[in-house]
């Protein structure tokens, strides 16, 4: 998943948030619920629903953020990837799983987020799930809010749908984002400022997202190319691509505190992590050779090394008085992502289902 601008920037107006809205230029469908959907209680809802969590060594994080979840929504099916991190955080996994009624879903390698998911779906498929939600490892919904969101990807199955994300504390993190493709740069919708030169693409945070089995096979699943981050700006994407539409359900919420997961004790609470900077770095250089012109590519590469600025100053500049190896991630990330780009445009990047993992 990425990181998401901080919507507090911007204006009040909450239409502008719509991620589906005329500003984006992509698709707003009307939704026609049908009478099957009307017919369904919400038990039935989500007794067609798989939910799935992608772990690395987070046993501990889920007994208190999945556990929650299953406990008030005990009619879906859990299921949990655990990317191979340690014999001892395996074996702690599955015996949290096995002790919860969990699927654990089992990779001898670390798949990354969207290789991981991909398998999870893949299992949920196999278990007779129509519906999916997937969630962070850090997220958490409550019954109501995940019955409204199954309820609108049922509704409507080219719909990528997702609730408003809160903080603990209740502070929304997103509600709405876009990426302008002058130069990469990320904002909520409801920011004052202009719009650059070419316009915006809508995505939808994959912090928690509720769709439909058919339209992740329409899109073809999560690219685990990515390994982390960008990776929900792509498939967003690639759903629009499809034919489908991003749907954000506001009277939704999920609690996601983000940062949960990757996190190291020598930082302070607003520094990030070294894995956050690089992958955050090098995939929107990625996500460039992927998906854009070559025009609109040549204005990434010449803002990147101010966009690798902004995404380490996400962590304050505080950090930097005591190390300057985030500095030397992005670097490094930025190199790294010159050369994704280049490999896209020959068309030698490796398939959809392997991870570029960082040397």
Same mark, same amino acid.
């Given at each position: 998943?990425?990181?998401?601008?901080? %919507?507090?920037?911007?204006?009040?107006?909450?239409?502008?948030?719509?991620?589906?809205?005329?500003? @984006?230029?992509?698709?707003?469908?009307?939704?026609?619920?049908?009478?099957?959907?009307?017919?369904?209680?919400?038990?039935?809802?989500?007794?067609?629903?798989?939910?799935?969590?992608?772990?690395?060594?987070?046993?501990?994080?889920?007994?208190? @953020?999945?556990?929650?979840?299953?406990?008030?929504? %005990?009619?879906?099916?859990?299921?949990?990837?655990?990317?191979?991190?340690?014999?001892?955080?395996?074996?702690?996994?599955?015996?949290?799983?096995?002790?919860?009624?969990?699927?654990? &879903?089992?990779?001898?390698?670390?798949?990354?987020?969207?290789?991981?998911?991909?398998?999870?779906?893949?299992?949920?498929?196999?278990?007779?799930?129509?519906?999916?939600?997937?969630?962070? %490892?850090?997220?958490?919904?409550?019954?109501?809010?995940?019955?409204?969101?199954?309820?609108?990807?049922?509704?409507?199955?080219?719909?990528?749908?997702?609730?408003?994300?809160?903080?603990?504390?209740?502070?929304?993190?997103?509600?709405?984002? &876009?990426?302008?493709?002058?130069?990469?740069?990320? $904002?909520?919708?409801?920011?004052?400022?202009?719009?650059?030169?070419?316009?915006?693409? %809508?995505?939808?945070?994959?912090?928690?997202?509720?769709?439909?089995?058919?339209?992740?096979?329409?899109?073809?699943?999560?690219?685990?190319?990515?390994?982390?981050?960008?990776?929900?700006?792509?498939?967003?994407?690639?759903?629009?691509?499809?034919?489908?539409?991003?749907?954000?359900?506001?009277?939704?919420?999920?609690?996601?505190?983000?940062?949960?997961?990757?996190?190291?004790?020598?930082?302070?609470?607003?520094?990030?992590?070294?894995?956050?900077?690089?992958?955050?770095?090098?995939?929107?250089?990625?996500?460039?050779?992927?998906?854009?012109?070559?025009?609109?590519?040549?204005?990434?590469?010449?803002?990147?090394?101010?966009?690798?600025?902004?995404?380490?100053?996400?962590?304050?500049? $505080?950090?930097?008085?005591? @190390?300057?190896?985030?500095?030397?991630?992005?670097?490094?990330?930025?190199?790294?992502?010159?050369?994704?780009?280049?490999?896209? $445009?020959?068309?030698?990047?490796?398939?959809?289902?392997?991870?570029?993992?960082?040397?």
């Amino acid at each position: 998943m990425t990181a998401t601008p901080d %919507p507090a920037q911007g204006a009040e107006t909450p239409e502008a948030a719509d991620p589906t809205g005329p500003a @984006t230029g992509a698709p707003a469908k009307a939704v026609e619920i049908t009478e099957a959907s009307e017919a369904l209680s919400g038990g039935d809802l989500l007794s067609r629903t798989a939910v799935i969590v992608v772990s690395y060594d987070s046993a501990a994080l889920l007994e208190r @953020t999945l556990a929650r979840v299953a406990e008030d929504s %005990p009619e879906a099916r859990i299921i949990v990837v655990d990317n191979y991190s340690t014999p001892a955080a395996r074996e702690e996994l599955v015996a949290l799983a096995s002790s919860r009624g969990w699927e654990a &879903v089992l990779p001898e390698t670390n798949t990354g987020f969207g290789g991981g998911m991909n398998l999870g779906v893949a299992r949920a498929r196999e278990l007779g799930a129509d519906l999916l939600v997937l969630l962070n %490892p850090d997220a958490v919904i409550a019954r109501g809010d995940l019955i409204r969101l199954v309820a609108r990807a049922h509704a409507d199955r080219l719909a990528l749908v997702a609730p408003v994300l809160k903080d603990s504390s209740g502070r929304v993190v997103s509600d709405g984002i &876009v990426v302008c493709l002058a130069d990469g740069s990320m $904002r909520s919708r409801r920011s004052p400022r202009p719009i650059p030169p070419g316009g915006t693409q %809508p995505w939808l945070s994959g912090a928690c997202l509720a769709l439909s089995a058919d339209l992740f096979e329409a899109a073809g699943g999560l690219d685990a190319r990515y390994f982390l981050y960008w990776e929900d700006v792509d498939f967003s994407a690639r759903v629009l691509a499809a034919g489908g539409s991003l749907a954000l359900v506001r009277d939704a919420v999920a609690v996601h505190d983000e940062g949960g997961t990757h996190s190291e004790d020598d930082q302070s609470d607003r520094a990030k992590s070294d894995i956050y900077y690089y992958y955050n770095v090098r995939n929107r250089l990625l996500y460039a050779g992927l998906h854009l012109d070559r025009a609109t590519q040549r204005r990434w590469v010449a803002t990147a090394g101010r966009a690798a600025r902004e995404i380490v100053l996400r962590g304050g500049r $505080r950090q930097l008085l005591s @190390t300057r190896r985030p500095l030397v991630t992005a670097a490094q990330a930025t190199r790294d992502g010159m050369r994704l780009l280049r490999a896209a $445009r020959r068309g030698e990047l490796p398939d959809v289902d392997v991870p570029l993992i960082r040397d």
